[in-house]
T-cell receptor, first 113, second 112 residues
C-alpha cells in the first residue's frame, strides 16, 4: 500500500540552527501539506502546497518557515532559525486532489534544545 | 469551516459497534464532514467523509442527519486496535482551502 514517508523520524537541533524535514508524498498525489503537533496539544495546520506554490498557510507559518518541492518526489519543510517552541511532531500529508482523503506520514519528532 | 463538537471520551466493548457522535450545527451546504483518527501520536489516519448521503467503506459507516447538523461514525465491530482519538472535521470545498482543522476529538477506548 502506498504511503507517505518522512525522514528523519527524530531530529535534535540546537536553538538557532536551521533544520530541514523531508517527506516523500505518494507518487500520484498533487496536494501536499505540513502539520505539527506540540506534545499534548492539537494537530495544527501549517501549509498546503499545490502546483509548485503555497495555496494556503496558517499564522504559525511565518518567515522562519519555507517549503519546497525540489524534485518530482521530495517535499521539504525548512525552519531557518529554530526556537524552543518549534519542538513538536511534524506531519507531512498528501492527497490526490481536493476534498479527498489526506494520507499522513508517521511524523518527524523535532526537539530543539 | 464550521465548528464541530464531540464528546471528550467514550468507551466501547470489544466486538461491539462503536458509535461516535459529532455536532456541526453551523455547517454550510458546501462543507464536507471528514473523520480521521490518531493512534497514540502516530500520523492521523483518514477514515471516511461525506457531504449529504450516508457513506460506508471497509473501515466504518458515516451517518449524516437530513438537516446535516450532526453525524455519527460507526465502527461496526470494534477491536482493541481501534483505540484512538477520533476527529470529526468540517471542510469547506473551496479552492485554496484544503486544510484540516483538528479539534480535541473523542478519545475512544476499546475495552477487552
Amino acid at each position: 500500500e502506498p504511503e507517505v514517508t518522512q525522514t528523519p523520524s527524530h531530529q535534535v537541533t540546537q536553538m538557532g540552527q536551521e533544520v530541514i524535514l523531508r517527506c516523500v508524498p505518494i507518487s500520484n498525489h498533487l496536494y501536499f501539506y505540513w502539520y505539527r503537533q506540540i506534545l499534548g496539544q492539537k494537530v495544527e495546520f501549517l501549509v498546503s502546497f499545490y502546483n509548485n506554490e503555497i495555496s494556503e498557510k496558517s499564522e504559525i507559518f511565518d518567515d522562519q518557515f519555507s517549503v519546497e518541492r525540489p524534485d518530482g518526489s521530495n517535499f521539504t519543510l525548512k525552519i531557518r532559525s529554530t526556537k524552543l517552541e518549534d519542538s513538536a511532531m511534524y506531519f507531512c500529508a498528501s492527497s490526490v486532489r481536493r476534498n479527498t482523503e489526506a494520507f499522513f506520514g508517521q511524523g518527524t519528532r523535532l526537539t530543539v534544545v | 469551516d464550521a465548528k464541530t463538537t464531540q464528546p471528550t471520551s467514550m468507551d466501547c466493548a470489544e466486538g461491539r459497534a462503536a458509535n461516535l457522535p459529532c455536532n456541526h450545527s453551523t455547517i454550510s451546504g458546501n462543507e464536507y464532514v471528514y473523520w480521521y483518527r490518531q493512534i497514540h501520536s502516530q500520523g492521523p489516519q483518514y477514515i471516511i467523509h461525506g457531504l449529504k448521503n450516508n457513506e460506508t467503506n471497509e473501515m466504518a459507516s458515516l451517518i449524516i442527519t437530513e438537516d446535516r447538523k450532526s453525524s455519527t461514525l460507526i465502527l461496526p465491530h470494534a477491536t482493541l486496535r481501534d483505540t484512538a482519538v477520533y476527529y470529526c472535521i468540517a471542510v469547506i470545498s473551496n479552492f485554496g482551502n484544503e486544510k484540516l482543522t483538528f479539534g480535541t476529538g473523542t478519545r475512544l477506548t476499546i475495552i477487552p
